[in-house]
């Protein structure tokens, strides 16, 4: 019997990050419910000095299949560079950070974390289980509920004049279903059942629905991020490079979607895919199934993620490869990127050490780290720290590592 969840709604949201993700939900969090008190964490004092006086303004195109939209100048309760302030009493936390930040976050927030609070993480990038590692470590043995999802819910940005960042997120999509799943897995009705009081996710509630995803492994390779970006990004570098220099366009305007994707991209991304649908099956898991059609789109699988699946299961809408689109999100913009600088030495090393547990070949996913190892100067086959051991789950049998993600 699914515990009620509804003592959430009288309790405080605290969102841990303030990049796009963190303010863009903070603001939405805020403009959904108006009385209820919203809490934003940055690290950087500089970042948010003013939002006190401005709020964070939140607009753009929202696209979505049913047109849900909530645009406005939200003005939260408390921003602060004091986590154990906004954490303090907080019913829903939500964290909004790069994978390369976690430690920085995850660390501090394990020892605050009070009986009764959930947390969602978007992207999740295994946050999940790293919180609940450090939990562990420094012995805290709250009884919470802690979960991700396989996205966020928008495709948003932060306005930048000349690399100062403005109180303004201008979300390009927001999506209408998401990928769940909570460690353990014994929680996971709660878990969704506490969406219905966590406003940034009033689009995907009331559009097609939250997916109960199959363990946070699943949300890892749920999380399309790395089978879209990284072959995209090293792939169509030269695009990337000579857009401002040779074609003398805003380096800022470059968007892989619109301007890096062609055909023979999209078969390497789809051949990435495949191989982690045979490390999830080698491990015995579920994942998202993909038509190959689908990967053939300058939004690639991401289109259904905002615009829905038609009676036959296909995209409802198409970006043909042969038209000009201005449909994507722009970046990167260089190759220190977070669509290279994350996605490979944090995913596409876990996939690989995933792949080699399980004795799953990878050339494809393996083929990419080599690469962006090259254009980086390093080899993050061996000095990326993220993998299987700093997830804790390296020496766990399939058998152990199942019941541990299933509880």
Not at 26 to 52: F, M, Q, T, W
Not at 242 to 270: K, R, T
Not at 297 to 322: A, C, H, I, K
Request: proline share 4%; charged share 25%; net charge negative.
């Amino acid at each position: 019997m699914t515990k009620d969840m509804s003592y959430l709604k009288d309790k405080p949201i605290a969102v841990i990050g303030a990049g796009a993700v963190g303010l863009t939900c903070a603001a939405d969090c805020k403009l959904g419910d108006p009385d209820r008190e919203v809490r934003l964490y940055s690290r950087s004092a500089k970042h948010i000095a003013n939002y006190d006086r401005s709020g964070i303004l939140f607009d753009g195109i929202q696209r979505n299949l049913y047109g849900f939209e909530r645009s406005g100048k939200a003005h939260l309760d408390l921003y602060s560079t004091d986590m154990a302030e906004v954490v303090r009493g907080a019913g829903l936390i939500v964290i909004g950070i790069t994978a390369l930040g976690q430690d920085d976050y995850l660390r501090p927030l394990a020892q605050l974390l009070e009986d009764g609070q959930v947390v969602h993480t978007f992207t999740d990038n295994y946050c999940s289980i790293m919180l609940r590692k450090y939990m562990r470590e420094c012995g805290n043995d709250a009884d919470v509920i802690i979960g991700g999802w396989s996205s966020a819910p928008y495709g948003t940005r932060v306005e930048k004049v000349q690399g100062f960042w403005m109180p303004h997120v201008g979300a390009k999509y927001r999506a209408i279903s998401l990928r769940g799943a909570c460690l353990p897995m014994t929680d996971i009705d709660e878990f969704m059942a506490s969406i219905e009081y966590l406003p940034c996710m009033d689009a995907v509630r009331l559009g097609d629905g939250p997916v109960k995803g199959d363990t946070m492994l699943d949300i890892g390779f749920a999380n399309v991020n790395p089978v879209i970006h990284v072959p995209a990004s090293i792939l169509g570098v030269s695009s990337m490079e000579n857009w401002s220099s040779v074609y003398g366009n805003d380096p800022d305007s470059y968007s892989m979607y619109s301007h890096g994707l062609c055909n023979a991209i999209c078969e390497v991304q789809y051949q990435f895919y495949n191989e982690e649908i045979a490390i999830a099956d080698a491990i015995g898991i579920d994942m998202p199934k993909y038509k190959y059609q689908m990967f053939f789109s300058r939004r690639s699988v991401l289109t259904q993620e905002y615009m829905g699946l038609d009676e036959n299961g296909d995209d409802n809408v198409v970006f043909p490869l042969d038209k000009p689109c201005d449909e994507g999100n722009t970046g990167p913009n260089n190759i220190n990127h977070r669509y290279i600088t994350e996605d490979i030495p944090v995913s596409c090393k876990i996939y690989h050490e995933l792949g080699e547990k399980f004795g799953v070949k990878t050339p494809i996913i393996d083929s990419m780290i080599v690469l962006g190892s090259a254009m980086h100067k390093t080899n993050w086959f061996e000095t990326s720290p993220f993998g299987l051991e700093r997830l804790g789950i390296a020496d766990m049998s399939k058998e152990e590592l199942l019941k541990y993600l299933r509880g």
